[in-house]
């Protein structure tokens, strides 16, 4: 029962990362591009944007009732970079409804946008920092010591700031290849293109960075891959993904680019949960906090369980329907309502 | 101020930021659906543009509502780790319901603002219902799970560990029922209310026929839940003189334990002396609403040490608020009914529309004094009668800097939210202006 409950975690984790990161990729996005991409983020993202961040809530959720230590001791010791991503949420989700819904005027679109944009880069750099922090192990439950080794050590370091980084062109690139869908001009869609090329060069990059930086902060993160055949057989799967997008970046496959994009992104968060699994939360001077040390009670998981899979049988043929009628249909029919909408009042 | 007062003052900033936000959110789509039926049965235009009017100031108030629940969620645990080590499974039932709720509402919104010519219009329209309800039981999931934090349930508390959880019975505690039913008609009142003034403002300016129809449309919820409120908290009163005596003393600032106890309306308390002084007295009336008796006993703060009193002054002064106004809406309700059923001219007069007007934040104030009512009225408990809010203080030092930061962003944004309101009711005189 608990490991059903961890997949169901883990497919909530992931749904945040790949619909939810585009999300937060289309201001990243906006900002490499100075702007040339907001039309089309905001198209994309308006009607799905509150629906792919509830997942962010459902992993929460899961955590503080079936593995209440893993939330205590993250939120105790993180609070400080998971605190400063809160901000980047609140600043995010605020100035991008503010810019679609307010009249269109120059200026407060101009705050609105950079606002949206900086936060957005912001706020992935502070969730890879804490999750970079929650995988290094510098983690300390020992709260007699001081302010800087428990609330700053384990996450102001070269590995999070990795992870972070790793992120941020992640989210960008997934962002870049669901924009592809959007744009109906040929020229864009050669530029879309080879900047998605660009993207997919420093995400491996940014990946070797990252084993790098690990090995730098003393965790050998390579060894346990390399110890670690699910998680090889993962990375393998996902760098095989590469040349298929690299060659249909040029053909403008759209469907079949955002599923092996999609596809991509499940083998790098399956390859992290390989390596991690069972332990959920490395910790410095104490075991770590795995799966079967940090489970609520067989009752409570179980009455969860229920809540979750009706939830879930609710929720996934909903949600379907709602990118149904936003999504898959925008590639035949161009959206005659948005333009209206805008104009009308 | 110290570590302790800064995360308490921290948690009621987001919480009572947060609850304006969420009452909108779940009420709003009720007018929204309202309007847009009379749209498809009469097909007057101006119901179209009344929800279209309405669905943009939703849609902002709903983003802000959400990001603010998302800090909430993490916030919990920021501030209140052991608390949420300890509760979150006993509790955490509701919270995994709400998540579905929460779901459907956010997609089912998506749908409803995006989806005008992309779905029937019959899809549309109970796409609006579906909003609606689950918005509704989204509240009602989150205020369970505070209800248990009144009346813990579903364990027993085995040397500072929780034993025998029953996920179920922490869920039905013995508040859920009456906090979540006073709960939700307040949302309804204090959000019909609000509406219903602000377009009593525009329509005494503009005399356009769209504020008057939003104005019958908010105040049909407003009034019959304004009218059902007083019975509501009674039914809250009696439960929280069983459950929580300590609290219902703090309310009335009873210190003594009496029988016959006095109602009592306004009146300042002197803590140190045990006195409530400049009150008017109603004898017998407390016992008789808390227990059915105008004779029963009432117990007073005297019988609970003084460490575990609840802050009296403010506890008290919260709560003479929140009854003062419910008492004096639930009034405007019934003039409303009776306007409505019997004198029609009376709701086109001015000095109607200007009780409307002096009631646009009240509800909202009411709401907020309540939860201040439910929340410090259970202090020193955060689980009453088991764990001590001091208790569960997070270790990390410097909570007052985060308060700091936390209540500016919420500050700004309160002034944002209001400054883009008053441009949207610009756009729509704007268009209305032309069409005339």
């Known amino acids: 029962m608990t490991e059903v409950i961890f997949a169901i975690l883990t497919i909530a984790l992931l749904l945040y990362v790949i619909l939810g990161g585009a999300d937060f990729g289309g201001g990243i996005l906006e900002l490499f591009t100075r702007g040339k991409a907001s039309e089309v983020v905001s198209r994309a993202i308006a009607p799905v944007w509150e629906a792919n961040h509830v997942w962010l809530i459902l992993v929460i959720v899961i955590l503080f009732v079936g593995f209440p230590p893993v939330y205590s001791t993250v939120l105790t010791t993180l609070h400080i970079p998971i605190l400063l991503a809160l901000i980047g949420i609140i600043f995010r989700g605020s100035a991008f409804t503010f810019r679609h819904y307010d009249i269109q005027e120059e200026t407060p679109n101009k705050i609105y946008s950079s606002m949206f944009r900086y936060s957005s880069l912001f706020t992935t750099l502070f969730l890879g920092v804490s999750v970079g922090g929650i995988i290094l192990g510098e983690i300390s439950t020992d709260y007699s010591k001081g302010f800087y080794e428990i609330y700053i050590h384990p996450w102001f370091n070269l590995f999070s700031f990795s992870i972070g980084i790793f992120l941020i062109i992640l989210f960008a690139f997934l962002a870049n290849i669901y924009t592809l869908v959007e744009i109906k001009d040929e020229k864009e869609v050669d530029r879309f293109a080879r900047l998605a090329k660009y993207m997919i060069a420093a995400l491996v990059v940014a990946g070797g960075v990252v084993f790098a930086a690990a090995e730098i902060n003393g965790h050998h993160l390579f060894l346990e891959f390399l110890q670690s055949p699910v998680s090889i057989v993962f990375v393998v799967l996902a760098t095989l993904a590469l040349p298929i997008l690299w060659k249909n970046l040029k053909r403008n496959r759209q469907n079949l680019l955002r599923l092996v994009a999609g596809f991509q992104t499940t083998m790098i968060v399956g390859g992290w949960f390989a390596i991690q699994f069972p332990i959920l939360v490395n910790l410095k001077d104490a075991p770590d906090i795995t799966l079967q040390n940090s489970k609520a009670p067989e009752q409570v998981q179980f009455y969860m369980l229920i809540a979750l899979v009706v939830g879930v049988l609710i929720i996934l043929p909903y949600i379907g329907y709602l990118y149904k009628v936003f999504k898959f249909s925008t590639v035949s029919e161009p959206p005659q309502n948005a333009n209206k909408d805008s104009g009308e009042m | 101020m110290d570590e302790f007062m800064a995360a308490r003052w921290q948690m009621g900033v987001s919480l009572g930021f947060h609850i304006i936000f969420a009452c909108i959110g779940m009420v709003m789509p009720w007018f929204m659906f309202v309007s847009e039926w009379k749209w498809v049965k009469t097909n007057n235009p101006v119901y179209l543009d009344l929800a279209k009017a309405w669905a943009k100031g939703v849609a902002i108030f709903f983003a802000v509502g959400a990001?603010?629940?998302?800090?909430?969620?993490?916030?919990?645990?920021?501030?209140?780790?052991?608390?949420?080590?300890?509760?979150?499974?006993?509790?955490?039932?509701?919270?995994?319901?709400?998540?579905?709720?929460?779901?459907?509402?956010?997609?089912?919104?998506?749908?409803?603002?995006?989806?005008?010519?992309?779905?029937?219009?019959?899809?549309?329209?109970?796409?609006?219902?579906?909003?609606?309800?689950?918005?509704?039981?989204?509240?009602?999931?989150?205020?369970?799970?505070?209800?248990?934090?009144?009346?813990?349930?579903?364990?027993?508390?085995?040397?500072?560990?929780?034993?025998?959880?029953?996920?179920?019975?922490?869920?039905?505690?013995?508040?859920?029922?009456?906090?979540?039913?006073?709960?939700?008609?307040?949302?309804?009142?204090?959000?019909?209310?609000?509406?219903?003034?602000?377009?009593?403002?525009?329509?005494?300016?503009?005399?356009?026929?769209?504020?008057?129809?939003?104005?019958?449309?908010?105040?049909?919820?407003?009034?019959?839940?304004?009218?059902?409120?007083?019975?509501?908290?009674?039914?809250?009163?009696?439960?929280?003189?069983?459950?929580?005596?300590?609290?219902?003393?703090?309310?009335?600032?009873?210190?003594?334990?009496?029988?016959?106890?006095?109602?009592?309306?306004?009146?300042?308390?002197?803590?140190?002396?045990?006195?409530?002084?400049?009150?008017?007295?109603?004898?017998?009336?407390?016992?008789?609403?808390?227990?059915?008796?105008?004779?029963?006993?009432?117990?007073?703060?005297?019988?609970?040490?003084?460490?575990?009193?609840?802050?009296?002054?403010?506890?008290?002064?919260?709560?003479?608020?929140?009854?003062?106004?419910?008492?004096?809406?639930?009034?405007?309700?019934?003039?409303?009914?009776?306007?409505?059923?019997?004198?029609?001219?009376?709701?086109?007069?001015?000095?109607?529309?200007?009780?409307?007007?002096?009631?646009?934040?009240?509800?909202?104030?009411?709401?907020?004094?309540?939860?201040?009512?439910?929340?410090?009225?259970?202090?020193?408990?955060?689980?009453?009668?088991?764990?001590?809010?001091?208790?569960?203080?997070?270790?990390?030092?410097?909570?007052?800097?985060?308060?700091?930061?936390?209540?500016?962003?919420?500050?700004?944004?309160?002034?944002?939210?209001?400054?883009?309101?008053?441009?949207?009711?610009?756009?729509?005189?704007?268009?209305?202006?032309?069409?005339?």
């Open chain 2, 67 to 436: 990001v603010s629940g998302t800090v909430l969620s993490f916030e919990l645990g920021m501030l209140w780790p052991t608390f949420m080590e300890h509760a979150g499974p006993i509790f955490g039932l509701p919270f995994s319901w709400e998540g579905t709720a929460f779901f459907v509402e956010a997609i089912a919104l998506g749908l409803w603002l995006y989806g005008w010519g992309r779905l029937s219009k019959k899809v549309h329209l109970y796409t609006g219902l579906v909003v609606g309800i689950a918005g509704v039981m989204s509240g009602v999931f989150v205020i369970s799970a505070n209800a248990w934090m009144n009346a813990p349930a579903g364990f027993d508390w085995v040397n500072g560990q929780a034993e025998n959880i029953d996920p179920v019975a922490a869920m039905f505690n013995r508040a859920w029922f009456h906090q979540t039913h006073h709960m939700t008609i307040a949302a309804f009142s204090a959000t019909g209310f609000a509406v219903a003034g602000v377009h009593a403002l525009l329509y005494m300016k503009t005399k356009y026929d769209i504020h008057a129809r939003a104005i019958k449309i908010a105040l049909a919820f407003a009034a019959v839940a304004a009218i059902l409120q007083p019975l509501s908290g009674d039914h809250a009163a009696k439960m929280v003189a069983k459950l929580q005596p300590a609290k219902l003393a703090a309310f009335e600032s009873h210190f003594e334990t009496t029988t016959r106890a006095p109602l009592v309306i306004g009146g300042i308390p002197d803590v140190e002396e045990r006195k409530l002084n400049h009150a008017i007295k109603i004898p017998g009336a407390l016992s008789f609403l808390a227990q059915g008796d105008f004779n029963a006993e009432v117990q007073g703060l005297e019988e609970f040490p003084r460490d575990e009193w609840p802050p009296v002054m403010f506890t008290h002064f919260s709560f003479q608020l929140m009854v003062a106004i419910g008492m004096f809406l639930a009034l405007l309700g019934v003039i409303f009914l009776i306007g409505t059923f019997k004198y029609k001219h009376w709701l086109t007069k001015k000095w109607w529309l200007i009780l409307l007007v002096i009631a646009t934040p009240l509800g909202y104030l009411a709401v907020e004094a309540g939860w201040m009512v439910t929340e410090v009225g259970r202090q020193p408990w955060i689980i009453y009668g088991i764990m001590k809010t001091r208790d569960s203080l997070t270790p990390m030092p410097g909570i007052q800097y985060t308060f700091y930061v936390i209540a500016a962003i919420y500050l700004m944004l309160t002034f944002i939210v209001i400054w883009l309101f008053s441009r949207q009711i610009k756009m729509l005189h704007l268009k209305y202006r032309s069409n005339d």
